[in-house]
């Protein structure tokens, strides 16, 4: 309720708490539309689980790129950090140019720090054209980079003209925003300007071809949803950016319609490919079954085609005689029981349908860092403030392209098909909370503790950092980033195997035995000094 709100926010200094209030809402249908403040700054000192612009642009975007060889330029934690924690997946193809199990960098020293790292930069770009002969090469920018002025765009065009090869420079250093958000809209510009449009390809090559955006491919998810669309008849050209190439990207451009599957990380290419080539994006999800089932009639809906429609329910009627007997056994030990749902982004959105199918109910949910419009939907884009933050990231001026805009439907048909589903448009997580439940942005450790404390759920879903706070209050915690060794959790497959580990946790006696550190004697003894 309101007032245990107000009392966890007591604990704040003034100021502290102004600020955490405008992170948090109770949901309220009856005072739509409910503002919360997103994309801003972390309180200093306060224990958050966002990451830097650095992690969203060559961790998030970039990095699942197979054929690219990724350097980070910078000191080595960097790019240790970002070594395929994230377990985005992918196939080594015929001629083996996969390069996603190596962590390259710079390994930036005191010296290069004094001195400029420019020279080092370009040495370890010749090397990696020698070892690897990569099809592209991308440099990531690291804060002291930044900060001593290494010019990375020279280097890159110098060692573009030397190798003949695509070498190009993200200045993604780590402050370059409130958090791994501004790295995805640096990212997305680069792959932009340097990557769609360069292929060869004039024309769709099959019928209902399509990109996948912002989809990762973690655990394997987007192989599950590869092999749903492709045995309904779809022709997959590139996805950004999971077991992604620099070669399919650059056809990126001949598609007919763009899935936006994670709409924070990847909604600003969506749009540009819009403008640019005139190619329309639809808000899919693909986490959940009858969430999967939705995405895959909208797309239907989208082509229009009556071969297609009935293609699209032979499909969802035959899966889902295989997978719903098996789901309802799981159902029966997660029916009823309560979730908390906090990730980075979109995930924070997209579980909740997961959780419902097993009749699990999201009573807090959040993100790390999605803005506005990923909370309350698109329609707020135009009155979000543009602080000097967010002013920090180029916004690129976009135009159609003279040789490949082509309008895919009429303008009437996209008005009458935004009517019924979610063509260039995102609702955000808002509305499909229910009243009394809590919407929470950047929560941090403190929060957690509190909001578990009041609302006791049952599982709690979030990342790497925070997972030991349940843990150690005796609540099993599902990690939704890189699902800890486990996955694909997509499609229709992949609400099976997720059903499967949460029950396993739910019946798993071990939380019964865990007495928070609390409970027993004081962790610390001690008199305090006069
Ligand atoms: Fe999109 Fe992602 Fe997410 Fe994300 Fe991330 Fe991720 Fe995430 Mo970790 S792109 S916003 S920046 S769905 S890495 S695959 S799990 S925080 S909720
Ligand atoms: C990142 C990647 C991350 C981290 C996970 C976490 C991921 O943001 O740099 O901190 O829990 O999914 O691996 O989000």
Redesign the pocket.
């Known amino acids: 309720t309101e007032k245990d709100l107000e009392r966890i926010l007591e604990a704040y200094p003034a100021k502290v708490k102004r600020n955490r209030k405008k992170h948090i809402l109770i949901k309220d249908s009856s005072q739509e539309p409910q503002e919360i403040e997103a994309n801003t700054r972390t309180i200093p000192g306060i224990i958050t689980n966002r ?1 830097c612009a650095y ?2 642009c060559k ?3 970039l990095g699942p790129l197979k054929d690219i060889v990724h350097i980070t330029h910078g000191p080595v934690g960097c790019g240790y950090y970002s070594w395929l924690t ?1 377990r ?1 997946k992918a196939k080594t193809p015929p001629d083996g140019k996969n390069y996603l199990a190596y962590c390259v960098t710079t390994d930036m020293q005191e010296k290069d720090i004094v001195f400029g790292g420019e020279k080092k930069l370009a040495q370890v770009i010749d090397e990696v054209v020698e070892i690897f002969k990569p099809n592209a090469i991308t440099i990531s920018a690291t804060c002291p980079v930044g900060l001593i002025g290494d010019d990375i765009q020279a280097v890159a065009k110098a060692a573009q003209e030397k190798h003949g090869i695509p070498v190009m420079g993200f200045n993604c250093e780590g402050y370059r925003g409130v958090s ?2 501004a790295g ?1 809209h640096i990212a997305n510009n680069g792959l932009l300007e340097w990557v769609v449009g360069k292929g060869e390809m004039t024309a769709a090559p099959a019928k209902y071809s399509i990109n996948i955006l ?1 989809e ?1 491919n ?1 655990g394997g998810d987007s192989w599950e949803i590869h092999r749903i669309l492709e045995e309904i008849g779809y022709h997959v050209i590139a996805v950004a950016s999971g077991d992604g190439s620099y070669e399919d990207l650059k056809n990126a451009h001949v598609a007919d319609l763009n899935l936006v ?6 909604n600003y290419i969506a749009e540009m490919l819009e403008i640019k080539y005139g190619t329309p994006w639809l808000k899919v999800n693909f986490i959940g079954v009858e969430a999967t089932c939705q995405s895959l009639r909208d797309m239907a809906q989208y082509f229009g085609d009556e071969e297609l429609i009935k293609k699209t329910e032979e499909v969802i009627a035959k899966e889902l005689a295989r997978i719903e007997p098996i789901l309802e056994q799981y159902r029966k030990i997660c029916k009823g029981k309560t979730a908390f749902c906090f ?6 959105h ?1 579980y909740q349908k997961l959780f419902e199918d097993l009749g699990i109910e999201t009573v807090l949910a959040g ?4 803005h506005r419009d990923d909370y309350e939907g698109r329609q707020v884009i135009p009155h979000i403030k543009v602080d000097a933050d967010s002013k920090n990231i180029p916004e690129l001026h976009v135009e159609p392209d003279p040789k490949f805009f082509k309008l895919r439907i009429s303008p009437e048909k996209a008005e009458e098909l935004k009517k019924k589903i979610p063509l260039s448009y995102y609702a955000g997580m808002n509305v499909d909370m229910k009243d009394g439940h809590v919407i929470i942005d950047d929560m941090n450790h403190f929060e957690t503790e509190e909001f578990i404390r009041i609302l006791k759920p049952d599982i709690f879903a979030s ?1 790497i950092k925070d997972k030991y706070i349940p843990h150690k209050m005796g609540i099993p915690s599902k990690q ?3 699902y800890d060794y486990s996955g694909p959790y997509a499609g229709f497959n992949g609400a099976v195997k997720f059903a499967q580990d949460v029950t396993a946790m739910f019946t798993n006696p071990a939380w019964n035995f865990i007495a928070p550190p609390w409970k027993g004697k004081p962790l610390l003894e001690g008199q305090l000094q006069k």
Request: proline share 0%; charged share 10%; hydrophobic share 25%.
């Open positions: 990451g992690a969203g961790g998030v975007v994230r985005n791994q958000s995805h912002g990762y973690i599957q994670c709409h924070r990380s990847i990730v980075g982004g979109s995930r924070g997209h993100y790390e860092f999605a990342g939704l980033h890189n």
